[in-house]
């Protein structure tokens, strides 16, 4: 694991960082721990204030954390904008409704009274990756910090001084030292924060190699995790779909962050009867892409996180081919400088290509046609992953019909509006476990007392 600031655009170092000591990583944990239990025990109000005033700080400063996730990872300076404010958003949200969440349940014994109260476990650690540098923070820091958790995070090697940023953000405005640190550490010092007794509940969001680690890792130590992974959700495009609104969204679904989005629409499973002008269109509005300098606003498409991400990614394409996939268009690197794919499209698929089971993480769409909505259903279900997808169809009552079949932790019918801080967000079978978001976010790692009162005789 190293902590590198390269600018995928151009493939320049920016800026390297050194790994903390053993001494230094104790010290972080041993803050944090202290810090609980202080943090644990403060009002809402003040910790609400605390997290309205990092809201704030990032709503004012939001092109520059936007400048530093383009730099880092290459995300369009626009979609890095609204990343920074939408971050900022989530803050809020946690801030101003956190302690409504956590109010006591009262319960309905046929004895006495019970209620649910809710207290806070301790010290959290969240792994989280490099595709949205800021939104993944917010989201894990919003409802934990309000809910009285204390949290030691690593973020991903690329984004290192995204990081540091949103670290100070906090100490800025106004969190103690220990309620959320960020740690520079090594795969094996992921495993002994992971099996410190200080250390109460695990949160990660990567890969499902990523998961398959630190899931077991925590699940040796008897500790709560949870696992946002990857996705290759299906976008279902029936009869009666209304192409004006469904290409526009597929464009934006395939290629928002570069293709770089765990629930980002990958599969394109399309009924035949408009299988041909769909593909047409969505190659036409591919082709009109500008790929560029992200940190200009006119470019459509830019590259990569990685280098390292472009070379998988054209494997990933090759091999399909190989193993008998049809390239439509694209499938090779950007004749310039920087981490740049050229807008794919893969057709003729079969289930025994390596492609009809991967993720591809990048600007690779895959096309299905299939007869009927029952095969499009069957097929979208056909995957190890269940995250999201989505149903285009002029009939609504159809495409919720539709939905409610479809098995994932998500369905959106005529949308692809994938998270707003009021809704839960994740998956099943590969992509993981929990939720975060919404009222379902901050319930993850809280312990839900059980309290119930009344004199009752005791047994005979």
């Not at 903390?20 to 041993?30: K, N």
């Not at 006495?112 to 207290?119: D, F, K, N, R």
């Not at 924060?193 to 990523?210: E, F, H, K, N």
């Not at 539709?402 to 994938?418: K, R, Y």
């Amino acid at each position: 694991m190293t902590y590198e600031s390269i600018n995928p655009s151009n493939g320049q170092l920016i800026k390297r960082f050194e790994h903390l000591s053993p001494s230094q990583l104790e010290t972080a944990l041993a803050g944090a721990q202290a810090c609980f239990q202080r943090w644990g025990h403060t009002a809402y109000a003040e910790r609400a204030a605390v997290i309205h005033q990092a809201a704030a700080r990032l709503h004012a400063q939001a092109d520059d954390f936007a400048r530093l996730a383009t730099l880092e990872m290459g995300k369009r300076a626009v979609e890095a904008r609204g990343e920074a404010h939408f971050s900022a958003d989530i803050l809020s949200y946690y801030a101003t409704h956190a302690e409504a969440f956590l109010t006591p349940t009262p319960l309905r014994p046929v004895l006495g009274q019970a209620h649910l109260e809710y207290s806070p476990l301790g010290v959290l650690f969240c792994v989280e990756p490099w595709n949205f540098p800021f939104y993944q923070l917010a989201r894990v820091a919003g409802p934990q910090l309000m809910a009285g958790n204390v949290l030691v995070v690593k973020h991903a090697g690329c984004v290192p001084q995204c990081a540091i940023a949103f670290e100070k953000l906090l100490l800025d405005a106004g969190a103690p030292v220990g309620a959320y640190t960020n740690l520079l550490i090594t795969h094996d010092q992921c495993n002994q924060v992971i099996d410190d007794p200080r250390v109460q509940g695990v949160a990660l969001t990567g890969s499902v190699a990523a998961g398959r680690l630190v899931a077991a890792r925590a699940g040796q130590n008897l500790k709560k995790s949870t696992l946002e992974l990857g996705g290759s959700d299906a976008f279902i495009v029936l009869d009666d779909a209304d192409l004006d609104l469904a290409i526009p969204w597929a464009v934006w679904g395939r290629m928002y962050n570069s293709g770089q989005t765990c629930c980002a629409a990958k599969r394109f499973i399309v009924l035949d009867s408009v299988a041909d002008e769909f593909l047409a269109r969505i190659k036409a509005a591919f082709q009109a892409l500008k790929v560029g300098d992200p940190m200009d606003d006119t470019t459509t498409l830019g590259p990569l996180s990685t280098e390292a991400a472009l070379q998988q990614l054209l494997a990933q394409v090759g091999s399909a081919v190989k193993e008998g996939a049809s390239l439509l268009m694209g499938g090779q690197r950007v004749d310039r400088a920087g981490a740049f794919m050229q807008p794919t499209i893969l057709t003729d698929i079969r289930p025994g290509n390596r492609a009809f089971r991967d993720e591809f993480f990048g600007p690779v769409l895959s096309f299905y046609r299939v007869p009927d909505e029952g095969a499009a259903v069957a097929l979208a279900n056909d995957s190890d992953f269940g995250l999201g997808g989505s149903v285009w169809t002029r009939d609504e009552a159809r495409g919720r019909r539709l939905a409610s079949q479809i098995e994932t932790g998500m369905v959106f019918v005529n949308n692809l509006h994938w998270a707003e801080a009021a809704l839960p967000f994740g998956g099943i079978k590969h992509s993981g476990y929990g939720r975060e978001l919404g009222h379902l976010g901050i319930q993850e790692f809280i312990n839900k007392k059980l309290v119930r009162t009344g004199k009752f005789p005791s047994p005979a």
